[in-house]
């Protein structure tokens, strides 16, 4: 099973603040994700990457950026944070595979709050 | 844009009672159609998915089969447990299969003992 883990589980910061938020996957996979889930929204995609160095644009991308460093490092970064983007966000992760549509692993989560 | 619906948010069972959440889309083109849980404190879990009409999807009892001209993808259970008390999301994805998912907002299911 895909190891996925994130850091810091929690986070609180001020209105302005500088954020980053770390995933890492373990299992060798080329895709990694940034979600947010919020109430009524559902789930909703930020970014995506197929490798290091690679950036994609999501659904709701206003206010963040991500950086891929490695195969098992993605970040995501909210240089000026508002209260709008408290949220819980997710990183998952999922392996590349021809003609077919590949699950995603999904990291535990981490709750953002700013003030 | 796409869309999933599930119609109902949340859903109140006795345990061995039947389950069903409906799903249905909106997609331009023929997307693959997911499922995934959420137990508290922890991140969504695939469930399993279909890609082409009629296919039926399955994991640990639930099912779900895709039906193209109703563009719905409905979630049935059998016989529920309490521990299958959780958040339970649809999804679909029409871009190139590994590039993100469009989720529904998810339906709450609290099975009683």
């Known amino acids: 099973e895909a190891a996925v883990t994130q850091s810091p589980r929690n986070k609180v910061t001020v209105t302005g603040g500088n954020v980053t938020l770390s995933c890492r996957q373990t299992n060798s996979h080329n895709y990694m994700y940034w979600y947010r889930q919020d109430t009524g929204h559902g789930l909703r995609l930020i970014h995506y990457s197929y490798g290091a160095g690679n950036l994609q644009i999501g659904d709701v991308p206003d206010g963040y950026k991500a950086t891929r460093t490695t195969q098992e490092d993605f970040f995501l970064l909210l240089e000026l944070a508002s209260p709008s983007q408290t949220s819980l966000y997710f990183c998952a992760s999922s392996v590349d595979r021809d003609n077919n549509y590949a699950e995603q692993f999904f990291g535990p989560g981490t709750r953002l709050t700013v003030l | 844009g796409d869309s999933v619906t599930q119609t109902e948010g949340q859903v109140a069972l006795s345990e061995e009672d039947f389950l069903t959440i409906h799903c249905n889309y909106s997609?331009?083109?023929?997307?693959?159609l997911f499922w995934y849980v959420q137990y508290p404190g922890e991140g969504p879990q695939f469930l399993f998915r279909a890609s082409r009409d009629k296919e039926k999807g399955s994991s640990r009892g639930f099912e779900a089969t895709y039906n193209k001209e109703a563009t719905s993808f409905h979630l049935q259970k059998a016989s529920v447990q309490e521990s299958d008390s959780a958040v339970y999301y649809c999804?679909?994805?029409?871009?190139?299969?590994?590039?993100?998912?469009?989720f529904g907002l998810g339906t709450r299911v609290s099975v009683f003992p």
């Open positions: 999804a679909l994805s029409e871009r190139n299969y590994a590039q993100g998912l469009t």
């Open positions: 997609a331009s083109g023929y997307p693959a």
